[in-house]
């Protein structure tokens, strides 16, 4: 939440819009000026918030211009402070200062609390500036905190309606229009339709965790999905990824480790169910009563010449080929069907291959020999997974940690 | 073509995702939605035990959409009905029916579980019903938010609405092809369909309504804007009496006839010859604009005959536009030299796809000008840039669909361009004139992830990392380490003392092995770095592999050898200055203190450490190698390996840094880049430039006769109201109009994909299909097309590169008449007469097809009308007008009263035979048949050819089934008379005063030739007329004449000698 922007030092999220300050302009016109900006933003960690006020006054040649601001972000957790005050005041002819002080000190802290700031007099070509900077109290001491709880939040994000969809597949999306209805408490809503999926973003599965929430986990250190039942049926199912940034669930990595490795990966998030894959490609459930299967026959009129008398069907029925009946097929009702020459299907290309962009793919080889280690566990292809094989290979094989890397996919063939 | 016969897969059900993993008994909830549970068992392992996990089962559970959360159908699931709206001849004994396209959708919303076993009957959630239009009373949408559905009531529902309860029996699937179920739904989308029947017995001529209505009350009451109160009961209870209101999905109208079925509609086509009126319409050009000439209206010159895409083979072209116009168009087109940036000229069609600026550049093709110089082809490619225009957006969404996230790939590959860049002149700066050991020591953390390519270092034992080749060698790898670099760096204390050239003599000195750092080398498999005693040897000098080494010297482990030096000397002290040696065994804690150098106190990044460190290095090689010579053979605790090899520092160095080498970024940054892009084949560019950016041609397999009818039906077909009814006319395609609206379709596309920024190659054919060829024979040569603009033939004229497109080559079929209506998909195909009056089995589909409002069919042969019409040689071919095949019609024969049981009766020993009297005992029961019954019906449990009566809707599909009837006709029964086109003779070829070929030029500026004996022939089969305009400039027409037993050509106004003829200019070869 933020009116007029944040906090110059603070983060902004990266997709925010760039806000402009709520200014006041408190006088018409261009002389004398007194303007004033102020913002307010409050993040769940913080609050930020600002204002300056600038004025101007110019009188035969002569002009004096002012200006006081002040900064403050408040951290909550652990708390932290930063003030920042400014105050100027300038007598110039023109560009030229004949009188002028500036007073900048900016306060930070607790613990330790450090001022900085400076004090400048200006009186024609003279300038005194006086540097202040002092810390006090001790630094606090890195407490180590207390470990949490991770299952509860994972349970709790595994039941949420709002991380389970079921996806539809695209072209079926619009077989029907549904009402708006809100499910019953405690139940989600599917589309019969659809695939059903959950995907969380609180913790990663399938990977070791050694922070969770900037703390040690308390209980679990790694989760893995291992089956899915609808019912009391077994269900196949596979991974669904998202992003998660690395070190947020890692523990002391190097400041090296973290500039080799992508700051967010891709980690199994939760899971889809489908039917049986076959020839690896996941399916759709499907379910169908037994079928009959009836041969296409044509009776056969020649029509003969005007005035003889109408022909009888011939003996033989006319049964066209399964090569045939396809062929006849692309021309029938569901051949032809509005629904192809709609939306985007109207102009759909013809299914060749678009460029698209792939994530690169790691892989464990040594530093040596540049051939995969023996014993190293597989891998998904994604940096953590590898990042997670190796440790668990180095944890077998101490005296290896020299001898391998984790490297692109490209540069092991080479 | 396979030779097993075509057949239908017809299903009682299909469910497909969640509603087919349920199991079949989803336990209901309170409100009649199906629900399930879905528990996923999570293993978590725990913190404290690192091997210790659990399993825990986390459930949620899932409600399934029901009947009473639907508003509507989407109404473009209809994808046919039979018959069709406003049919009124429908036959009484069929049954109507309605097919859906998504071939799940009947069951998609119902709340009953999957059945299992072989009766297999799930009630779909849609049924058709038809209901006398006299009884019905429809009530169409008010704008009304609750009550989305137009609603259907009957006063007295009684004998309208059939039973629910058997709805089951009336819905079926049906899949053409093979593979699995699950197979055909994701495939093809032709293969499968679904459809509903409404098991009704009608009434001759009589009025209907069918729709498309709920079978669940909950759907009701959504669908009339109720609340949803129901939960599994029945839209209504059967018998179904008194006020009906039901919500309409879809519906439609039509009433029935007496009679009427296919055959008689066939039956009704006439051939009937088209006139020049049909394929051009006048196009006025008396005020033609800015700078042409205007010329007075109604003037014969002020109208051109705009053509169309088809026209009649007796249609002549007009002539064109006048020189002067065509000059003053010509100057119109051009931008006036000097002001290019502000002058706005008329677009010049396929020029940037024929590759020229100007239509006047002299590489210019011949088709390109002849375009855009006559305001008939302009106005053809015009309709294609009105297409392009009203249809940008969804072309543009495909477009993109189509190029995929090139906008990421190409940002990706500009990056990786200015990596490259920014990486190449870095290179070229600092690292290209260091001498070899720097480039070394500088390129470190790359060896472990480069290969030792040259064969000469590489070791036998397969690919090696250039770190593996250092550690093979006698090189040691703590010289190139971070830590080494940090004190030698030249601005470092210990590199300003030395300079550049000690340390690099060093470097050297350590590569070919003069100076020996690394004792682990030295000694295989007894030196090990002993942690604890790091601090008191090394202080904190840093932790690099060859350091640690070096620290090393005084324990063997492995319970061994201890060997100290008692040599307290700093610098390199030469090998022979060692003159004792040590060997001390290790035997428990007290240990004696390794006598270290004493001055070991001093900051450890200068000069005489180092050179002390190579010194106690060397000492211990010597130790070792006296250890080894005092001990012998019997020594295997400590065993001298043979002296690795030397390094060649400036080889490996220029394998790294050279231009081609292996840090090249011109090779490493694509190599990083490029696997990241993924590019359909063709697409990559093939420039030098590995990380050029990417452009991709979208195309677009859409027939585009299709947005040209949708703009005008007069564009495509010029006078098809001249078209009588029930006709069936020869037509022909038009390829100059065709290829004119193709390079107007593809150039405004062109700018489109400039103009949002979509990265296209400019000169790329997106659009190459004009007309619609699905359901042409898989075998067949080519498809109709016209090939890439860019590689049209530069000589030939508009109209001479497009192939099978109708030109005088095919033979196109207009079809019109109440057949069309009624049957609009029917299929027309050729069959080769094996005599005048039976067929043959060779079968020719084809080519192309296309549809006309309101009952219009045009179907393009690849024969010609004298081939399909047929010669005393050959019987010719029969065209055959068939129902569609995949369209299956139901019912019931009429019981045939001049039999003896035609009421009651055993069933037949084939459904086909079944008639509406095998259903009831009597002709009194028959008049008051109102609906076919299933569960009651006397022939229930009746099997015949593997189905059973009343088992579920497959066996009723099957069941009712008709077989359809197709219809042959001749085709010089069904073609009009050949027209002959006519052709004037410009030249001939003289031999001993005969006429040996005549030749001209033809209507696309071509010219033809023609043998005399060609040209007879042509005459007698009344494929062309021929005439002259010379010498008298009158018309002269050319007939074939005999003279001694031999014919020969001459003009009609000629005597015997063809003299008109011989007068003729000499035909140029």
């Known amino acids: 939440l933020s009116v007029g922007g944040f906090h110059p ?213 790694r989760f893995r999905i291992e089956a899915v039942f609808v019912g009391t049926e077994k269900q196949p199912h596979d991974s669904t990824y998202e992003q998660f940034a690395l070190g947020q669930f890692t523990e002391g990595r190097t400041e090296d480790e973290q500039l080799r490795s992508p700051s967010f990966d891709r ?60 062929q006849l097929g692309e021309t029938g009702a569901a051949g032809m069907a509005e629904l192809r020459r709609v939306g985007r299907a109207k102009f759909a290309g013809d299914g060749g291959v678009a460029v698209s962009i792939v994530e690169p793919e790691f892989v464990i080889r040594s530093r040596v020999g540049l051939a995969p280690p023996i014993g190293v566990p597989d891998t998904d292809g994604s940096f953590s997974s590898a990042e997670e094989a190796l440790s668990s290979f180095l944890a077998e094989n101490p005296d290896e940690r020299d001898n391998v890397q984790i490297v692109r996919k490209e540069e092991a063939l080479a | 073509v396979s030779s097993q016969s075509g057949a239908f897969r017809f299903l009682p059900w299909i469910r497909s995702g969640f509603a087919a993993a349920i199991g079949e008994t ?64 429908f036959e009484p004994n069929y049954l109507a029916s309605v097919t859906l396209d998504a071939a799940d959708l009947p069951w998609l919303f119902s709340p009953e579980p999957s059945p299992a076993g072989e009766a297999a009957r799930l009630k779909p959630w849609l049924c058709l019903v038809v209901v006398r239009r006299e009884a019905a009373e429809v009530v169409e949408v008010v704008e009304d938010g609750r009550r989305p559905l137009p609603t259907l009531k009957l006063a007295d529902a009684s004998g309208e609405l059939p039973d629910l309860g058997e709805s089951w029996a009336w819905a079926h699937a049906q899949i053409t092809g ?89 039956r009704r086509l006439e051939p009937r010859p088209l006139g020049p009126d049909v394929g051009r319409r006048p196009l006025d050009i008396s005020r033609p604009g800015p700078g042409l000439p205007a010329t007075s209206p109604g003037a014969p010159e002020s109208v051109l005959g705009l053509e169309g895409a088809l026209r009649s083979p007796a249609m002549v072209p007009s002539a064109g536009p006048s020189d002067d116009f065509k000059q003053k168009l010509g100057e119109l087109l051009e931008e006036p030299p000097g002001e290019a940036a502000t002058v706005v000229t008329p677009p010049s069609y396929g020029a940037v796809h024929a590759g020229v600026t100007s239509i006047a550049d002299a590489n210019a ?28 957006e969804q072309l543009m969404a495909s477009a993109w669909d189509q190029a995929g996230e090139i906008a990421r790939a190409n940002q990706l590959l500009q990056e990786g361009q200015l990596a490259r860049a920014v990486a190449g002149s870095v290179r070229e700066k600092r690292l290209l004139h260091l001498p070899p050991e720097t480039v070394l020591r500088v390129t470190e953390p790359a060896h472990a992830r480069v290969p030792a390519s040259s064969d000469a270092q590489r070791v036998a034992t397969g690919p090696q990392s250039l770190l593996g080749l250092v550690r093979e060698s006698v090189f040691p790898e703590a010289a190139v380490s971070a830590p080494f670099r940090r004190t030698l760096r030249p601005l470092g204390s210990v590199g300003r003392q030395l300079g550049e050239a000690p340390v690099a003599e060093l470097v050297t000195e350590l590569a070919d092995g003069t100076a020996q750092m690394p004792i682990a080398q030295v000694v295989a498999g007894g030196v090990h770095f002993n942690p604890a005693r790091l601090d008191e040897v090394e202080g904190d000098l840093p932790e690099a592999k060859g350091w640690k080494k070096v620290a090393d010297f005084e324990e063997l482990l492995d319970g061994g050898l201890l060997t100290v030096s008692d040599e307290g000397e700093l610098g390199i002290a030469p090998p022979r200055a060692l003159t004792t040696t040590f060997l001390l065994p290790i035997d428990g804690p007290d240990l004696p203190d390794p006598n270290l150098p004493d001055d070991h106190e001093e900051d450890e990044n200068d000069l005489p450490r180092l050179r002390r460190l190579l010194g106690i290095n060397q000492r211990f090689r ?85 947005p040209l009818r949708a703009l005008s039906q007069e564009a495509l077909l010029p006078g098809i109201e001249n078209v009588p009814p029930d006709t069936v006319g020869l037509l022909e395609g038009n390829p100059r ?101 039976t067929l043959g089995a060779k079968e020719l589909h084809p080519e192309f097809r296309g549809a006309l409002e309101p009952d219009l069919l045009f179907v393009g042969f690849g024969l010609s009308v004298a081939t399909a019409r047929g010669t005393n040689d050959h019987p010719g071919w029969f065209f055959v007008i068939q129902p569609q095949a995949t369209e299956p019609r139901f019912g019931f024969d009429e019981p045939d009263e001049a039999k003896p049981n035609a009421y009651g009766g055993q069933a037949p020993a084939l459904w086909r035979n079944l008639t509406w009297g095998h259903f009831v005992e009597t002709k009194a029961a028959f008049d008051a048949l109102s ?65 040996a070929a005549v030749g001209g030029i033809d209507d696309f500026g071509e010219g033809w030739r023609l043998t005399a004996d060609e040209a007879i022939a042509a005459i007698r089969a009344e494929a062309r007329s021929f005439y002259v305009e010379q010498p008298t400039g009158d018309r002269v027409d050319v007939v074939v004449a005999r003279r001694r037993g031999r014919e020969y050509l001459k003009t009609t106004a000629d005597g015997d000698a063809p003299n008109n003829l011989l007068a003729l200019p000499e035909l140029k070869t």
């Open chain 1, 267 to 326: 980690m199994p998030a939760g899971v889809r169910v489908h039917a049986e894959a076959v020839d690896g490609q996941p399916q759709r459930p499907v379910k169908n009563g037994p079928e009959r299967t009836v041969v296409l026959e044509y009776e056969t009129i020649v029509v003969e010449p005007p005035g003889d008398p109408p022909a009888k069907p011939l003996e033989e029925t006319y049964k066209p080929s399964e090569s045939r009946l396809l």
């Open chain 2, 737 to 837: 109009f065709i290829e004119s609206y193709m390079v107007g379709l593809n150039d405004e596309l062109r700018r489109e994909f400039l103009w949002r920024g979509l990265p296209a190659p400019p000169r790329a054919t997106s659009f190459r299909h004009f007309w619609d060829i699905r359901g042409r024979d898989p075998d067949a040569a080519e498809p109709t097309d016209i090939p890439s603009i860019a590689e049209w033939k530069p000589d030939r004229g508009l109209g001479g590169n497009a192939t099978r497109v109708g030109g005088r080559d095919m033979l196109v079929l207009l079809v019109r008449g109440e057949l069309v209506r009624r049957y609009p998909r029917a299929t027309i195909y050729a069959v080769e007469a094996a005599t005048p009056e």
């Open chain 2, 178 to 266: 093979p593979g699995s179920v699950g197979s055909a739904l994701s495939g093809p989308p032709e293969r499968t369909l679904a459809r509903l029947i409404c098991p009704r017995r009608l009434q001759p001529v009589t009025a209907y309504v069918a729709c498309i209505v709920p079978v669940f009350l909950a759907g009701r009451q959504a669908g009339l804007g109720k609340e949803v109160t129901a939960r599994h009961e029945l839209a209504w209870e059967s018998p179904a009496t008194g006020c009906v209101e039901l919500p309409i999905h879809h519906r439609w109208e039509f009433s029935t006839a007496t009679t009427g079925d296919f055959e008689v509609l066939a």
């Open chain 2, 26 to 89: 989803p336990s209901g909830g309170s409100d009649g939605r199906p629900s399930a549970t879905v528990t996923l068992n999570v293993r978590h392992e725990e913190v404290a035990e690192p091997h210790a996990d659990t399993l825990e089962g986390v459930a949620a559970t899932m409600r399934l959409y029901g009947p009473g959360d639907v508003v509507q159908v989407n109404p473009a699931q209809v994808i046919a009905t039979d018959p069709e709206p406003f049919a009124n001849e």
């Open chain 1, 9 to 221: 030092r603070a983060r902004v999220p990266p997709a925010f819009p760039a806000l402009r300050r709520v200014a006041f302009a408190l006088s018409t016109g261009d002389n004398p000026r007194l303007r004033a900006e102020a913002y307010l933003a409050v993040t769940p960690n913080t609050v930020q918030l600002g204002a300056r006020l600038d004025f101007y006054v110019e009188v035969i040649g002569l002009n004096l211009s002012g200006l006081l601001s002040f900064d403050a972000l408040v951290q909550f957790a652990p708390f932290q402070f930063d003030l920042e005050i400014a105050a100027s005041l300038a007598l110039k002819s023109g560009t030229q200062t004949l009188m002028g002080i500036d007073v900048r000190f900016r306060l930070t802290g607790p613990a330790p609390w450090h001022v900085r700031g400076h004090a400048t007099l200006q009186i024609l070509f003279f300038k005194i500036t006086v540097p202040v900077e002092a810390h006090f109290g001790e630094p606090r001491a890195v407490q180590p905190l207390e470990p949490v709880e991770v299952w509860p939040s994972l349970r709790d994000a595994l039941k949420d309606g709002g991380n389970w969809g079921a996806e539809l597949p695209g072209e079926r999306s619009t077989l029907a229009t549904l009402r708006a209805v809100e499910p019953p408490a405690g139940e989600i809503l599917v589309h019969p339709l659809g695939e059903v999926a959950v995907r969380q973003q609180i913790v990663p599965l399938e990977r070791e965790i050694s922070r969770f929430a900037n703390a040690p986990p308390k209980d679990y250190r």
């Open chain 2, 931 to 995: 609906f076919v019954t299933v569960e009651s019906n006397r022939l229930r449990g009746t099997l015949r050819e593997g189905a059973t009566w009343g088992m579920n809707g497959a066996h009723m599909a099957q069941i009712a089934l008709k077989v359809p009837v197709r219809v042959a006709i001749h085709a010089s029964r069904l073609l009009p008379p050949v027209q002959a086109v006519p052709t004037r003779i410009t030249a001939v070829t003289r031999a001993r005063r005969r006429v």
């Open chain 2, 365 to 392: 093709p011949a088709w390109l000008s002849e375009l855009n110089l006559d305001p008939r082809h302009r106005v053809a490619a015009g309709f294609g840039v009105r297409v392009i225009q009203e249809q940008q």
């Open chain 2, 622 to 706: 010597k130790a070792a190698e006296e250890l080894g010579a005092y001990l012998g053979d019997s020594a295997s605790v400590l065993a001298l390996r043979a002296a690795p090899d030397q390094l060649d520092i400036e080889d490996v160095a220029s394998q790294l840094v050279d231009p081609g080498g292996q840090l090249d970024p011109e090779d490493t940054v694509p190599a990083a880049v490029l696997p990241l892009v993924q590019v359909p084949d063709g697409a990559r560019p093939s420039g030098a430039d590995k990380l050029a950016p990417i452009a991709a041609a979208p195309s677009f397999p859409q027939p585009m006769y299709e």
